[in-house]
C-alpha cells in the first residue's frame, strides 16, 4: 500500500495460519501501513502454521485461542489491550471451518454434529467476539470489524456446503450487533464478500479450481486475490471508511453483479460444440 494510513491503530488479527492466508496478508499490509497488532489463532493452528514467522515480521506478539471459547477471546481482547497500551482501533474475524466439508459430507447428507460445529467456528465465534468486545469496551469510537464472507451467503455455489449457511448467519451477526455498537459506541462492523481465493483452508472446497476459472471469466475485473482483499480490509480499517457500516461489501472484481459474460458463454458455447460432436459420433458407431 505504500502509506502510513493506519499509522497510530492498533488492532486484533483473528485467522492467520501461512502466507496463503488473507489474515497473513491483511497483518503485512497493515503493518505496512503503520498499524501495531496482535496476532490470534488456535494452539494446533500456531503448532503447525507459521505464525511465528509473521509475528517476528510484524513486530506483533501471537496469542493463543479457540475462537469458539469466550474465556480465551476474553483472555485475546484484555492481553491485546495490554500489550498494546488501550484499546484497539480495529479486528479482523478470518475464521472459518467445515468438518463436513473435510469429510465428504454433501448438504443433503449433513452430520449434524458437523454442522454446529461449522456454525460454531465460522460464525457464531463473531458473535462471541463482538460480545466480548462490547462487555470489554475493547475498541476505540470510530473502531472497525471486519470478518471475511463469500457470496455463497446469498447465491448457491456447488460444493460449499454448509459453509454457505455459516456466512449468512456471518452477514446477520454483522448487521445486528453493527447496529448496538454504532448506536452505543460508534464502531463499524462490516462483512468482505471475497472473490473465491485459494488459501489453506480453501483449498479444501471441492471444485475450486473450475470455480476460479468461472469467476475469472465472469468477472469484468477479474479475480480479487488475497493482498487485493487486504487493501480492502485496510481502508475499512481506517478512517476513510468512518460512516460506513452493516454492509456486506462485495470484493469480487464485480461478479455478484454479473449474469453471464462474453468469456463465460464463448466457453459454454465451446461445451455445447464438443458435446454436439461427442453425439454425432455416438450417433455413428
Same mark, same amino acid.
Given at each position: 500500500?505504500?502509506?502510513?494510513?493506519?499509522?497510530?491503530?492498533?488492532?486484533?488479527?483473528?485467522? $492467520?495460519?501461512?502466507?496463503? !492466508?488473507? $489474515?497473513?496478508?491483511?497483518?503485512?499490509?497493515?503493518?505496512?501501513?503503520?498499524?501495531?497488532?496482535?496476532?490470534?489463532?488456535?494452539?494446533?493452528?500456531?503448532?503447525?502454521?507459521?505464525?511465528?514467522?509473521?509475528?517476528?515480521?510484524?513486530?506483533?506478539?501471537?496469542?493463543?485461542?479457540?475462537?469458539?471459547?469466550?474465556? +480465551?477471546?476474553?483472555?485475546?481482547?484484555?492481553?491485546?489491550?495490554?500489550?498494546?497500551?488501550?484499546?484497539?482501533?480495529?479486528?479482523?474475524?478470518?475464521?472459518?471451518?467445515?468438518?463436513?466439508?473435510?469429510?465428504?459430507?454433501?448438504?443433503?447428507?449433513?452430520?449434524?454434529?458437523?454442522?454446529?460445529?461449522?456454525?460454531?467456528?465460522?460464525?457464531?465465534?463473531?458473535?462471541?467476539?463482538?460480545?466480548?468486545?462490547?462487555?470489554?469496551?475493547?475498541?476505540?469510537?470510530?473502531?472497525?470489524?471486519?470478518?471475511?464472507?463469500?457470496?455463497?451467503?446469498?447465491?448457491?455455489?456447488?460444493?460449499?456446503?454448509?459453509?454457505?449457511?455459516?456466512? $449468512?448467519?456471518?452477514? !446477520?451477526?454483522?448487521?445486528?450487533?453493527?447496529?448496538?455498537?454504532?448506536?452505543?459506541?460508534?464502531?463499524?462492523?462490516?462483512?468482505? !464478500?471475497?472473490?473465491? /481465493?485459494? /488459501?489453506?483452508?480453501?483449498?479444501?472446497?471441492?471444485?475450486?479450481?473450475?470455480?476460479?476459472?468461472?469467476?475469472?471469466?465472469? !468477472?469484468?475485473?477479474?479475480?480479487? +486475490?488475497?493482498?487485493?482483499?487486504?487493501?480492502?480490509?485496510? $481502508?475499512?480499517?481506517?478512517?476513510?471508511?468512518?460512516?460506513?457500516?452493516?454492509?456486506?461489501?462485495?470484493? +469480487?472484481?464485480?461478479?455478484?453483479?454479473?449474469?453471464?459474460?462474453?468469456?463465460?458463454?464463448?466457453?459454454?458455447?465451446?461445451?455445447?460444440?464438443?458435446?454436439?460432436?461427442?453425439?454425432?459420433?455416438?450417433?455413428?458407431?
Amino acid at each position: 500500500m505504500g502509506s502510513q494510513l493506519l499509522k497510530g491503530k492498533k488492532g486484533i488479527i483473528f485467522g $492467520a495460519l501461512d502466507s496463503k !492466508s488473507i $489474515a497473513w496478508k491483511v497483518a503485512e499490509l497493515a503493518y505496512e501501513a503503520g498499524a501495531e497488532f496482535t496476532l490470534s489463532n488456535t494452539p494446533t493452528a500456531i503448532r503447525f502454521g507459521e505464525l511465528n514467522e509473521l509475528s517476528k515480521k510484524c513486530n506483533a506478539e501471537v496469542i493463543p485461542a479457540d475462537a469458539t471459547n469466550v474465556q +480465551d477471546l476474553m483472555h485475546v481482547f484484555e492481553r491485546s489491550m495490554e500489550v498494546l497500551g488501550g484499546k484497539v482501533d480495529f479486528v479482523l474475524h478470518s475464521i472459518g471451518m467445515s468438518l463436513n466439508v473435510r469429510k465428504k459430507r454433501v448438504y443433503s447428507d449433513l452430520e449434524y454434529s458437523y454442522l454446529n460445529k461449522t456454525l460454531d467456528i465460522s460464525a457464531i465465534s463473531f458473535h462471541k467476539m463482538l460480545q466480548v468486545a462490547y462487555k470489554l469496551d475493547a475498541i476505540n469510537e470510530w473502531g472497525s470489524v471486519v470478518a471475511l464472507s463469500y457470496i455463497a451467503a446469498q447465491r448457491v455455489l456447488y460444493g460449499y456446503n454448509d459453509m454457505a449457511d455459516a456466512k $449468512a448467519l456471518l452477514e !446477520s451477526i454483522a448487521r445486528s450487533f453493527g447496529y448496538i455498537y454504532g448506536r452505543d459506541r460508534k464502531v463499524r462492523v462490516n462483512t468482505v !464478500s471475497q472473490s473465491p /481465493t485459494i /488459501t489453506t483452508a480453501g483449498s479444501g472446497v471441492k471444485g475450486i479450481s473450475g470455480l476460479i476459472d468461472f469467476t475469472e471469466r465472469m !468477472s469484468p475485473l477479474g479475480n480479487a +486475490d488475497a493482498e487485493d482483499c487486504a487493501n480492502y480490509c485496510v $481502508a475499512l480499517f481506517s478512517d476513510l471508511t468512518r460512516k460506513v457500516t452493516m454492509q456486506n461489501l462485495y470484493h +469480487d472484481g464485480g461478479f455478484s453483479s454479473m449474469g453471464m459474460s462474453l468469456k463465460a458463454m464463448a466457453m459454454y458455447n465451446k461445451s455445447l460444440e464438443i458435446e454436439m460432436d461427442q453425439e454425432e459420433l455416438e450417433a455413428l458407431d
